[in-house]
């Protein structure tokens, strides 16, 4: 199987508007989770930094 190293910056794609601008929202467990392919595929680790 496969191996995924996701590293989880807090970049525009974790983010959500806070009324102040974007802010890290989501860690990279919960990224990885919203595609559903990762774990049929290859088994995976996140990580931030």
Same mark, same amino acid.
């Given at each position: 199987?496969?191996?995924?190293?996701?590293?989880? %910056? !807090?970049?525009?794609? =974790?983010?959500?508007?806070?009324?102040?601008?974007? +802010?890290?929202?989501? %860690? !990279?467990?919960?990224? =990885?989770?919203?595609?559903?392919?990762?774990?049929? +595929?290859?088994?995976? %680790?996140?990580?931030?930094?």
């Amino acid at each position: 199987m496969k191996r995924i190293l996701l590293i989880a %910056t !807090g970049g525009t794609i =974790a983010s959500t508007e806070d009324g102040n601008g974007l +802010s890290p929202a989501l %860690t !990279g467990e919960e990224l =990885a989770q919203s595609v559903p392919e990762i774990s049929a +595929s290859a088994s995976s %680790t996140s990580c931030s930094p």
